[in-house]
């Protein structure tokens, strides 16, 4: 019976600390990736190296996410404003009127972790 008991107690716990959190993750990073390849690979590439054949005609061209300058100069915080207000005088709109904040948020993320290589865990839990 104690066996019995302490089973069904880890596997509660299980469902309860482990799994809404694995999920959500794994659903953040899938509609962040989504949403890349729907909306923002035309100009940013699939590596998000910018280098695309919208490149050529865009002045300036698409951020290449993936250049050392960019990972120091794009904080998390400056990404999410100009993805939400665009760039002014740049082909980058603003996004707002048709991505909800969590769904930018979510792309920022996938650029960060998935392209620029960069976030740790750490902030990934702490929004
Ligand atoms: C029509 C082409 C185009 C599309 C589509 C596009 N971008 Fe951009 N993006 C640009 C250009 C051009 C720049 C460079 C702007 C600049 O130099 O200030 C840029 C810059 C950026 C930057 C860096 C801004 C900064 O602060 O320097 C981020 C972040 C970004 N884009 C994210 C996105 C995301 C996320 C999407 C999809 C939701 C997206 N972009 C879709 C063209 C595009």
Redesign the pocket.
Known sequence: MKIFFSWVGVFIWFFILVLPKAFSNSLDSETGRD??FK??R???GDKGDGKTF?ANV?N????NFTSENSKQE?TED??IQ??TEG?KG???MP?KSR?TQQEIHA??LY?RKSLMQLESPVEIDGR
Request: aromatic share 8%; with cysteine.
């Open positions: 949403i890349f909306h923002c035309a100009c940013h919208a865009l300036p061209p698409p951020k794009l400056r990404m100009s993805v760039r740049t082909a980058m996004w991505l792309v920022v650029i």
